[in-house]
């Protein structure tokens, strides 16, 4: 059955690094586009940052661009999100999301992770 597992998440001070991971069974999503979406307390879910199925083209939303890299494995079946110089309002529960659509719509992602808990301390 197709499967999103998220990991990495934790506990970090600002200005602090963590690498999420997203794998994906088998080798169901290596034709799907990805992307990387957070819910904080409060607040409803925002995108964060997409990569195609190539991992040739990338997407940020404008909160993390220069501070965040989302990348793809060679099996094209893991996606990665990189967190760097991390501040208090990154955080958030950190999904992952695979569509067949460029989009940054979530009701045209197919299938989600089941998200991992980010928290950055002040």
């Known amino acids: 059955q197709v499967q999103l597992v998220e990991s990495g998440g934790g506990l970090v001070q600002a200005g602090d690094s963590l690498r999420l991971s997203c794998a994906a069974s088998?080798?169901?999503?290596?034709?799907?586009?990805m992307g990387w979406f957070r819910r904080a307390p409060g607040k409803e879910r925002e995108f964060v940052a997409r990569?195609?199925?190539?991992?040739?083209?990338?997407s940020y939303a404008n909160s993390v661009k220069g501070r965040f890299t989302i990348s793809r494995g060679n099996a094209k079946n893991t996606v990665y999100l990189q967190m760097n110089s991390l501040k208090p309002e990154d955080t958030a529960v950190y999904y992952c999301?695979?569509?067949?659509?460029?989009?940054?719509?979530?009701?045209?992602?197919?299938?989600w992770g089941q998200g991992t808990q980010v928290t950055v301390s002040s």
């Open positions: 999301a695979a569509t067949r659509k460029w989009t940054i719509r979530p009701p045209l992602y197919d299938y």
């Open positions: 088998a080798r169901t999503f290596s034709n799907y586009h």
């Open positions: 990569i195609t199925w190539s991992g040739g083209t990338t």
